[in-house]
């Protein structure tokens, strides 16, 4: 069973067409990665699956629920949850209050002292960082407040638009085995210029090319492929 199915999906800004007649899966656990190029359109598939972004032609089903036409905030309450690039912590509010702000569904806040227990569990940081204003956080404590606070709403599919930019490779291989744990049990849909971990981490992945799916298949499989291995990992 797949927790999102995206058919045949084409978008793009004004008459210019990013997303040709994509079409992906995501299953109901396990980390899918979806690589490419800057420019390549996957911001913009995020940005669709949030609803922040019109559906031109082609289908969003999430839970086998359409969702095509549904608004952005709706979307929220059926558990579509985005970690998006730049990390966009709320800079002058506290720990605590960027997390209260993840958790504003009528859901989320029924599972409020729960969902920040384990948000303090996975990242113990946090927790000692409480009242402490999100925006004096290092790179790596904000980041991990992003996905914290995303993961207070109590989604059914987690998104991530390049979790590791900016980061060290020291916190980068913590984020990664993060999400890794994290996929045991939620899906995630993982957008990530670190191609090698985000292969690692992955169990099935997808290259988008100029709004086109390229290349698809097992993640080990996509990562022997010679292509990938000369265009992103350098081989």
């Known amino acids: 069973m797949n927790i999102l199915q995206i058919e045949n999906l084409r978008t793009g800004y004004g008459e210019i067409e990013v997303l040709w007649s994509v079409s992906l899966n995501v299953p109901e656990k396990g980390v899918t990665a979806l690589l490419g190029s800057n420019g390549a359109g996957k911001s913009t598939l995020l940005h669709t699956v949030t609803g922040l972004q019109r559906v031109w032609s082609g289908a969003l089903r999430l839970d086998s629920a359409d969702i095509t036409n549904v608004a952005a905030n709706k979307r929220v309450d059926m558990g579509v949850s985005l970690v998006p690039e730049g990390r966009r912590i709320f800079a002058e509010m506290s720990v605590l209050e960027n997390l209260m702000m993840g958790a504003y569904t009528k859901k989320a806040r029924d599972k409020f002292k729960e969902s920040l227990e384990e948000a303090y569990q ?78 690692q981490i992955s169990d099935y992945a997808y290259v988008l090319e100029n709004g086109r799916i390229a290349l698809q298949g097992n993640s080990k499989e996509v990562g022997q492929d010679e292509n990938i291995r000369k265009a992103y990992l350098g081989i």
Request: no cysteine.
């Open 122 to 199: 996975l990242f113990p940081v946090l927790k000692e960082r409480t009242q402490q204003r999100a925006g004096t956080l290092s790179g790596g404590e904000q980041q991990m407040l992003a996905i914290a606070r995303a993961l207070m709403s109590q989604p059914r599919l987690l998104m991530l638009d390049e979790p590791s930019t900016g980061l060290s490779p020291r916190l980068t291989i913590l984020v990664m085995n993060t999400l890794a744990h994290l996929g045991e049990n939620l899906p995630i849909l993982l957008v990530e210029q670190n191609v090698k971990r985000a292969l």
